[in-house]
């Protein structure tokens, strides 16, 4: 299980900021550090484009599923090398 060093309340950041916001606060965990967030909803866009972002390190566990109220533990994995050599990234076509 990884460190949680922080939990965001979606549910209070304007829509438009939200993926940003979260992004960041990603970007700036160090491997083995999670945040986790709380949502009205079930944050699956989220998900997909994080992973899309940075294929095989992102740890996406359910920590509560609805109806009303989700908590997501996001959590960042050493970058697998052998996951990268399986994508598209592997030739740098995708990735920054």
């Not at 606060?25 to 550090?33: I, K, P, T, Y």
């Not at 599923?65 to 399986?86: N, T, Y």
Request: glycine share 8%; charged share 20%; proline share 7%.
């Amino acid at each position: 299980m990884t460190a949680v060093v922080a939990e965001i309340d979606v549910r209070t950041i304007p829509p438009y900021e939200r993926h940003a916001q979260i992004f960041g606060r990603f970007d700036a965990l160090a491997e083995g550090e999670s945040l986790v967030i709380v949502n009205d909803h079930n944050p699956t866009p989220l998900h997909m484009q994080l992973e899309s972002r940075t294929p095989g390190q992102v740890r996406w566990t359910y920590l509560m599923s609805g109806p009303d109220l989700w908590r997501v533990q996001i959590g960042k994995q050493p970058l697998d090398r052998a996951a990268m050599e399986d994508s598209c990234c592997s030739g740098g076509a995708c990735c920054g």
